[in-house]
Protein backbone atom coordinates (compact mmCIF):
# COMPACT_ATOMS: atom_id res chain seq x y z
CA UNK A 1 0.00 0.00 0.00
CA UNK A 2 1.77 3.33 -0.84
CA UNK A 3 1.55 6.34 1.31
CA UNK A 4 -0.93 8.09 -0.38
CA UNK A 5 -3.45 4.96 0.36
CA UNK A 6 -2.26 5.35 3.90
CA UNK A 7 -2.86 9.12 4.65
CA UNK A 8 -6.20 8.96 3.05
CA UNK A 9 -7.27 6.25 5.09
CA UNK A 10 -5.69 7.58 8.31
CA UNK A 11 -7.30 10.83 7.20
CA UNK A 12 -11.14 9.46 7.42
CA UNK A 13 -10.44 7.05 10.28
CA UNK A 14 -9.35 10.59 12.16
CA UNK A 15 -12.88 11.72 11.28
CA UNK A 16 -15.10 8.98 12.16
CA UNK A 17 -13.54 8.91 15.26
CA UNK A 18 -14.39 13.05 15.70
CA UNK A 19 -17.60 12.35 14.82
CA UNK A 20 -18.71 9.30 16.93
CA UNK A 21 -16.75 11.42 19.87
CA UNK A 22 -19.08 14.63 19.32
CA UNK A 23 -22.07 11.92 19.43
CA UNK A 24 -21.19 11.23 22.91
CA UNK A 25 -20.96 14.76 24.55
CA UNK A 26 -23.26 14.74 27.70
CA UNK A 27 -24.39 18.69 28.54
CA UNK A 28 -25.29 19.46 32.11
CA UNK A 29 -26.94 22.61 31.94
CA UNK A 30 -28.38 24.82 34.37
CA UNK A 31 -30.72 27.94 32.10
CA UNK A 32 -32.79 30.16 33.09
CA UNK A 33 -34.62 33.14 31.34
CA UNK A 34 -36.58 36.66 31.75
CA UNK A 35 -38.91 35.37 31.39
CA UNK A 36 -38.67 32.30 29.14
CA UNK A 37 -36.45 29.79 27.32
CA UNK A 38 -36.62 26.34 24.82
CA UNK A 39 -33.60 24.63 25.35
CA UNK A 40 -32.80 22.43 21.64
CA UNK A 41 -29.94 20.67 20.44
CA UNK A 42 -28.96 19.60 16.70
CA UNK A 43 -27.66 20.15 13.70
CA UNK A 44 -28.72 22.96 11.09
CA UNK A 45 -31.20 20.55 9.26
CA UNK A 46 -32.88 18.53 12.66
CA UNK A 47 -33.28 19.40 16.24
CA UNK A 48 -34.63 18.05 19.22
CA UNK A 49 -36.61 19.81 22.29
CA UNK A 50 -34.66 19.00 25.54
CA UNK A 51 -37.22 21.25 28.10
CA UNK A 52 -38.25 24.86 28.97
CA UNK A 53 -39.19 26.84 32.23
CA UNK A 54 -42.54 27.61 33.26
CA UNK A 55 -45.31 28.76 31.03
CA UNK A 56 -46.17 31.69 33.04
CA UNK A 57 -44.51 34.31 35.48
CA UNK A 58 -44.31 32.98 38.68
CA UNK A 59 -41.73 30.60 39.61
CA UNK A 60 -41.84 27.05 40.89
CA UNK A 61 -40.12 27.17 43.18
CA UNK A 62 -39.28 30.96 44.22
CA UNK A 63 -41.66 34.13 43.27
CA UNK A 64 -40.67 34.33 39.38
CA UNK A 65 -39.93 31.86 36.67
CA UNK A 66 -36.40 33.21 36.61
CA UNK A 67 -35.85 32.74 40.20
CA UNK A 68 -35.12 29.09 39.70
CA UNK A 69 -32.80 27.51 36.89
CA UNK A 70 -34.09 24.69 35.45
CA UNK A 71 -31.58 21.56 35.21
CA UNK A 72 -31.29 19.96 31.96
CA UNK A 73 -29.09 16.70 31.04
CA UNK A 74 -28.39 15.63 27.34
CA UNK A 75 -26.52 14.08 24.48
CA UNK A 76 -25.59 17.26 22.69
CA UNK A 77 -25.53 17.26 18.30
CA UNK A 78 -23.56 19.70 16.73
CA UNK A 79 -24.84 22.98 18.07
CA UNK A 80 -26.87 23.99 21.47
CA UNK A 81 -29.93 25.95 20.84
CA UNK A 82 -32.03 28.01 22.70
CA UNK A 83 -34.64 30.33 21.99
CA UNK A 84 -36.03 33.15 24.33
CA UNK A 85 -38.61 35.39 24.35
CA UNK A 86 -39.77 38.31 27.05
CA UNK A 87 -43.22 39.69 28.51
CA UNK A 88 -41.70 43.13 27.22
CA UNK A 89 -41.66 44.42 30.57
CA UNK A 90 -39.03 45.64 33.38
CA UNK A 91 -36.04 43.65 32.03
CA UNK A 92 -35.44 40.53 29.56
CA UNK A 93 -32.12 38.41 29.47
CA UNK A 94 -30.66 34.63 29.17
CA UNK A 95 -28.51 32.92 31.90
CA UNK A 96 -27.16 29.90 31.24
CA UNK A 97 -24.26 27.12 33.40
CA UNK A 98 -23.79 24.45 30.66
CA UNK A 99 -20.45 21.76 31.08
CA UNK A 100 -19.88 19.20 28.37
CA UNK A 101 -18.53 16.32 29.43
CA UNK A 102 -15.28 17.12 26.96
CA UNK A 103 -14.26 19.47 29.95
CA UNK A 104 -15.63 22.63 27.74
CA UNK A 105 -18.27 24.81 28.65
CA UNK A 106 -20.98 26.74 26.66
CA UNK A 107 -21.87 29.20 29.36
CA UNK A 108 -24.21 32.41 28.66
CA UNK A 109 -21.80 34.88 28.00
CA UNK A 110 -19.52 32.62 26.18
CA UNK A 111 -18.44 34.41 23.26
CA UNK A 112 -19.03 31.25 21.14
CA UNK A 113 -22.85 32.11 21.39
CA UNK A 114 -24.33 33.75 18.11
CA UNK A 115 -27.91 35.29 18.15
CA UNK A 116 -30.76 35.33 15.51
CA UNK A 117 -33.83 37.53 15.66
CA UNK A 118 -36.78 35.73 14.20
CA UNK A 119 -39.26 38.96 14.92
CA UNK A 120 -41.73 36.48 16.22
CA UNK A 121 -43.25 37.85 18.83
CA UNK A 122 -44.08 35.44 21.91
CA UNK A 123 -45.97 35.93 25.32
CA UNK A 124 -46.43 34.54 28.59
CA UNK A 125 -48.07 31.36 28.03
CA UNK A 126 -47.07 30.60 24.70
CA UNK A 127 -45.64 27.19 23.43
CA UNK A 128 -42.61 26.35 22.93
CA UNK A 129 -41.26 26.95 19.43
CA UNK A 130 -42.19 23.60 17.21
CA UNK A 131 -38.23 22.05 16.47
CA UNK A 132 -39.89 22.60 12.16
CA UNK A 133 -40.12 26.10 13.31
CA UNK A 134 -36.35 26.79 14.90
CA UNK A 135 -34.80 24.80 11.72
CA UNK A 136 -36.69 27.37 9.87
CA UNK A 137 -35.26 30.11 12.14
CA UNK A 138 -31.81 28.09 11.35
CA UNK A 139 -32.03 28.48 7.64
CA UNK A 140 -32.89 32.05 7.61
CA UNK A 141 -30.39 32.97 9.48
CA UNK A 142 -27.96 30.97 7.95
CA UNK A 143 -28.91 31.65 4.01
CA UNK A 144 -28.97 35.07 5.20
CA UNK A 145 -26.05 35.57 7.32
CA UNK A 146 -28.39 36.86 9.85
CA UNK A 147 -26.10 35.38 13.41
CA UNK A 148 -25.02 38.41 15.23
CA UNK A 149 -23.22 38.86 18.41
CA UNK A 150 -25.37 38.54 21.62
CA UNK A 151 -25.23 41.51 23.95
CA UNK A 152 -23.24 40.48 26.90
CA UNK A 153 -24.28 41.93 30.34
CA UNK A 154 -22.90 41.59 33.86
CA UNK A 155 -22.49 38.25 35.73
CA UNK A 156 -25.38 36.14 37.58
CA UNK A 157 -25.52 38.49 40.67
CA UNK A 158 -26.75 41.49 39.25
CA UNK A 159 -29.96 43.54 39.61
CA UNK A 160 -32.69 43.44 38.72
CA UNK A 161 -32.39 39.65 39.31
CA UNK A 162 -29.73 39.06 41.81
CA UNK A 163 -28.28 35.81 42.36
CA UNK A 164 -30.12 32.52 40.58
CA UNK A 165 -29.12 29.55 42.83
CA UNK A 166 -26.65 27.20 41.24
CA UNK A 167 -25.51 29.23 38.31
CA UNK A 168 -22.14 30.57 40.24
CA UNK A 169 -20.83 33.82 38.97
CA UNK A 170 -18.84 32.72 36.05
CA UNK A 171 -22.09 33.05 33.38
CA UNK A 172 -23.30 36.16 32.31
CA UNK A 173 -26.55 37.41 31.05
CA UNK A 174 -26.93 38.02 27.48
CA UNK A 175 -29.70 39.38 25.20
CA UNK A 176 -29.95 40.80 21.82
CA UNK A 177 -27.96 44.15 20.71
CA UNK A 178 -30.79 46.61 20.42
CA UNK A 179 -29.68 50.16 18.43
CA UNK A 180 -29.50 53.22 20.60
CA UNK A 181 -29.88 51.18 23.65
CA UNK A 182 -26.31 50.61 25.63
CA UNK A 183 -27.78 47.74 27.92
CA UNK A 184 -31.15 46.11 26.48
CA UNK A 185 -31.27 43.57 29.11
CA UNK A 186 -33.20 46.25 31.53
CA UNK A 187 -36.09 48.61 30.74
CA UNK A 188 -38.86 46.54 28.81
CA UNK A 189 -38.53 45.31 25.21
CA UNK A 190 -39.50 43.08 22.61
CA UNK A 191 -36.98 44.02 20.14
CA UNK A 192 -36.40 41.06 17.57
CA UNK A 193 -37.85 38.45 19.37
CA UNK A 194 -38.53 35.63 19.43
CA UNK A 195 -34.34 35.70 19.92
CA UNK A 196 -32.40 31.89 18.58
CA UNK A 197 -29.31 31.72 20.08
CA UNK A 198 -26.91 28.83 18.97
CA UNK A 199 -23.47 27.65 19.97
CA UNK A 200 -21.40 25.13 18.25
CA UNK A 201 -20.34 22.13 20.46
CA UNK A 202 -16.77 21.50 19.91
CA UNK A 203 -15.42 18.05 18.56
CA UNK A 204 -13.04 16.62 21.53
CA UNK A 205 -9.62 16.92 19.93
CA UNK A 206 -10.50 18.95 16.93
CA UNK A 207 -7.67 21.33 16.83
CA UNK A 208 -5.50 18.31 17.17
CA UNK A 209 -6.71 16.51 14.40
CA UNK A 210 -7.25 19.28 11.93
CA UNK A 211 -3.52 19.67 12.83
CA UNK A 212 -2.73 16.35 12.37
CA UNK A 213 -4.51 16.01 8.68
CA UNK A 214 -2.75 18.73 7.48
CA UNK A 215 0.49 16.73 8.41
CA UNK A 216 -0.67 13.67 6.41
CA UNK A 217 -1.39 16.36 3.39
CA UNK A 218 1.65 17.42 3.15
CA UNK A 219 3.41 14.11 3.69
CA UNK A 220 0.94 12.89 0.66
CA UNK A 221 2.28 16.30 -1.56
CA UNK A 222 5.98 15.37 -0.38
CA UNK A 223 5.06 11.67 -1.83
Do not use: C
Amino acid sequence: MNRKSIGTIAAVAMLSAAGAANADIVATALVTADNHYALYTGDPSSVSFIGRNELSGGGAPGQYNWSQAELHTFTSGQFIYIATWSDNATAQGLLASISLSNGDTANSGDSRWQVYRSNQDLGSGAAAPTTSTVVGWISTATTNNLWETPHIGGANGIAPWGTVPGIGSVPRWMWTTVPGDGDPLVGGSGYGETLLFRMAVPTPGAAGLMAMGGLLASRRRRA
